[in-house]
């Protein structure tokens, strides 16, 4: 038999220093595009050159909203030599409009143990492959106290990604159900915020807060895991949030 | 060491379509397009069956795909077959009348085509007449009858309200042995799964019969690309399936350079290549952890997983995402990595690979996990062919079929590689065709970089109306996407065949008559996506 004892140990200590510390290691995130000031004609051309309508033409520069990002990088490359502020961070969680249901009560239950079960409802799997990596060593989320339960019943937070599809939009309503109060709900990815590239559309709602309530958005194409787990530890208190949108006046801080 | 191009000629067979098939059936009429080797077959509503069943039973061309468009008033369907023995490819045509929605079903005898026709059914409403199972397929049971999302005249974008309908779905059974009952899986069931169902019937112990039922994720992809231009539907062809973004990607812009004769410039083509091949590894590595955690083995999972991040890592670091979204456009690349960064990954991925390696090691010499795998999940040579399987998943079962291979397209020709294959079909099988095909992948990968040619690394793509076929061997195996764009450049028609489409079909062929603790296994080792399956 081999030995994968030895093996472990012999790996060493892998797991980010997030969130005590910023994670700094290169790859952890795409990064996405910040409000950058451009004078207006440049402005009127990045804007277009963005397939999905992030990026929203302002009087002085180019803002983003993050709920239709998908990192194309299209802003970024081919643009000739104006290009958008690109950031390498990932704190991306924002609040949703439910965000105030349960109070603060949320962090006084469920602060040191909260159990998530994940829902696929029409993703395109690379939001499903970033959240598995939150089990693995680098990430390692049972250092945090959270816990990935197969039943709903036992589950705190449901982590939604995908449009949901017509198909998917009963067993996630019962999913949902079936999971006891207090409970909060993290969609995470663009197609779960505003349906992303596939649209509110004859097959797909168009985002989580279409179908049940939503407490935590996260955007991203995929968010990496080091979003996600920012968005769980912005459903349990345990950190600040970020803004869906970013404007050309706040650069200037 | 950049090998010199060499073209590869179409056996004589092929060349040989344009007279056969008229002389067996003389109101077939066969043209010939030499530069991209493709027969053209027109036949008429009686002869689709025959010529069909010729070229797959006589003639040996594999099945690709069956593309329905419904152009002006009339139904263009075009099954699409190659020669795995040259570089041969056969559109078989039909053209009917739109009132005319009957069409003869060559499903029961090519069952690789079974899927594409009850698609065709659900999404078109044409009936294939002589078809043993039509019916519910891709629109679940609140969809209505009779309402086909596929047809020209059905509005994508207007929200539809049919899902409100109750209505309840029975799953059929078959089983009638006293104490049979039905386990249902899904749609939301383990941990990270993506959704499908699955109706096992069982007396107890083993899988009787098992009965998948898919499509809970359909976006209705190849509907909503209709209309946008090439840049917008590109996005889509990388979302179809996340863990294949770039393969998808390739095959989307390589329709799109077919049909413009576009020219990909030499270093885009090499770092293409590259770039698809890191996909592949970064894939099998992320298959590989999969089936360690399917079988228990924690730690191996947890060095596994550790490898699939370093990948994701690097492949940020070197193409500015973890998913290659964004690498890709028709022409060629959207980023020039420099030097510095293409050392980055040949070393990276070497020192990934080494480690790799390690894992097999330890995998092979583990023999409580290698219990659970052997002799699972079998699939025999005569399924391969029947079901028409692709991919790892046929070449664990003495499938030699790559598209790399047979038709040496983008930067395959420049590289030695070998196409592994096992015979077993078993998921050890499986798992030992991941392992060496990782290896073929790293190989190919530090040989493209040995020599990246200087130079541009796009080329400008001029719109142009009309349609082609653009395939590439994605990581789970061949897939094939038709684009037909219009006169202003838009998309009139996309069309995607996924390897997981196809190899889903056989699934329950591998997990009937194996015990309950066998299907996350099984499951594991075809590793499939049901994202890429449903679109």
């Not at chain 2, 699934?507 to 996506?529: K, M, N, Y």
Request: hydrophobic share 40%; charged share 20%.
């Amino acid at each position: 038999m081999f030995n994968w004892f030895y093996t472990g140990l012999k790996t060493g200590i892998r797991t980010t220093p997030y969130p005590a510390k910023t994670d700094a290691a290169p790859g952890v995130s795409p990064g996405r595009p910040r409000a950058t000031r451009f004078d207006a004609q440049v402005a009127t051309v990045l804007a277009m050159r963005c397939p999905t309508g992030a990026l929203v033409r302002h009087q002085r520069g180019v803002d983003v909203d993050y709920r239709h990002c998908v990192h194309c990088s299209r802003c970024r490359r081919d643009t000739g030599s104006a290009v958008m502020d690109w950031s390498q961070d990932y704190d991306w969680g924002a609040l949703g409009a439910q965000a105030e249901r349960a109070g603060h009560r949320f962090r006084d239950i469920f602060g040191h143990s909260l159990h998530i079960r994940f829902l696929d409802a029409g993703a395109c799997g690379a939001c499903m492959s970033e959240a598995r990596q939150l089990n693995n060593p680098y990430y390692n989320i049972h250092r945090l106290g959270f816990f990935i339960t197969p039943t709903p019943r036992d589950a705190d937070i449901l982590l939604v990604a995908g449009p949901v599809t017509d198909a998917m939009r009963i067993p996630l309503q019962k999913t949902y159900a079936a999971m006891p109060e207090p409970k909060r709900v993290v969609a995470m990815g663009v197609c779960a915020l505003s349906g992303g590239v596939f649209g509110p559309s004859f097959i797909s709602a168009g985002g989580v807060a279409q179908v049940i309530p939503v407490d935590v958005l996260v955007p991203g194409c995929p968010p990496p895991p080091l979003a996600i787990l920012h968005g769980l530890l912005l459903a349990v208190e345990r950190t600040m949030p970020s803004l869906l949108t970013m404007r050309v006046a706040e650069t200037e801080t | 060491m950049v090998v010199a191009a060499v073209m590869q000629r179409p056996s004589a067979a092929w060349q040989e379509l344009h007279r056969i098939c008229p002389a067996r059936w003389p109101e077939v009429s066969v043209r010939t397009d030499h530069t991209m080797h493709i027969a053209h077959l027109m036949v008429t509503p009686t002869t689709i069956r025959p010529v069909c069943l010729w070229l797959f039973g006589e003639a040996e061309y594999h099945f690709a795909t069956l593309v329905t468009e419904e152009l002006d008033d009339t139904w263009h369907l075009t099954y699409v077959f190659y020669d795995p023995a040259c570089h041969g490819w056969a559109y078989v045509e039909l053209q009917q009348p739109l009132a005319q929605t009957s069409v003869m079903s060559i499903g029961d005898t090519i069952h690789a085509a079974d899927w594409h026709e009850r698609e065709a059914e659900d999404l078109f409403g044409l009936r294939f007449e002589g078809h043993p199972k039509l019916g519910e397929f891709v629109l679940h049971e609140n969809w209505p009858e009779g309402v086909n999302p596929m047809r020209k005249q059905f509005d994508a974008h207007a929200p539809f309200a049919y899902h409100q309908q109750k209505t309840v779905w029975q799953p059929p059974t078959i089983v009638e042995a006293p104490g049979a009952f039905i386990m249902p899986i899904g749609p939301v069931y383990s941990d990270f799964a993506e959704s499908a169902h699955f109706v096992i019937e069982t007396t107890g112990e083993d899988m009787l019969r098992v009965l998948p039922r898919f499509f809970y994720k359909y976006r209705g992809v190849e509907k909503i690309a209709e209309g946008k231009t090439a840049d917008h539907a590109l996005l889509l062809a990388e979302r179809l399936s996340g863990s294949s973004a770039f393969a998808h990607g390739f095959a989307f812009c390589r329709a799109m350079e077919s049909l413009c004769e576009t020219e990909v410039p030499p270093r885009a083509r090499v770092l293409r290549s590259a770039f698809a091949e890191l996909e592949r590894l970064r894939h099998h590595v992320s298959v590989i952890t999969g089936i360690c955690a399917s079988t228990g083995l924690a730690v191996a999972q947890a060095q596994g997983a550790i490898i699939e991040e370093d990948f994701l890592r690097l492949t940020a670091q070197v193409c500015g995402h973890r998913y290659l979204f964004g690498v890709l456009k028709p022409g060629g690349l959207t980023l020039a990595p420099d030097e510095q960064r293409l050392g980055l990954l040949r070393e990276r991925v070497h020192a990934l690979h080494t480690r790799l390696e390690e894992l097999h090691t330890g995998l092979r010499y583990s023999s409580s996990f290698l219990d659970r795998l052997e002799d699972v999940g079998l699939i025999r040579a005569e399924v391969v062919k029947a079901f028409g399987l692709v991919g790892p998943v046929a070449r664990a079962s003495g499938s030699t079929a790559d598209l790399r291979k047979l038709f040496r397209y983008g930067a395959y020709e420049q590289v030695n590689f070998e196409v592994p294959t096992e015979t077993q079909g078993d998921g050890y099988a499986r798992l030992r065709i991941l392992f060496r095909e990782a290896a073929q992948s790293m190989a190919i990968i530090e040989r493209l970089l040995d020599d990246v040619p200087h130079g541009p690394v796009s080329a400008e793509v001029i719109p142009r109306a009309g349609a082609a076929l653009g395939f590439v061997e994605a990581p789970l195996g061949a897939t094939f996407h038709w684009l037909r764009l219009d006169a202003a450049g838009r998309v009139q028609r996309y069309r995607v065949s996924t390897p997981s489409f196809r190899n889903w079909h056989a699934f329950r062929v591998a997990v009937e008559h194996f015990s309950f603790q066998d299907f996350p296994i099984v499951l594991a080792t075809f590793g499939l996506s049901n994202a890429e399956c449903d679109r």
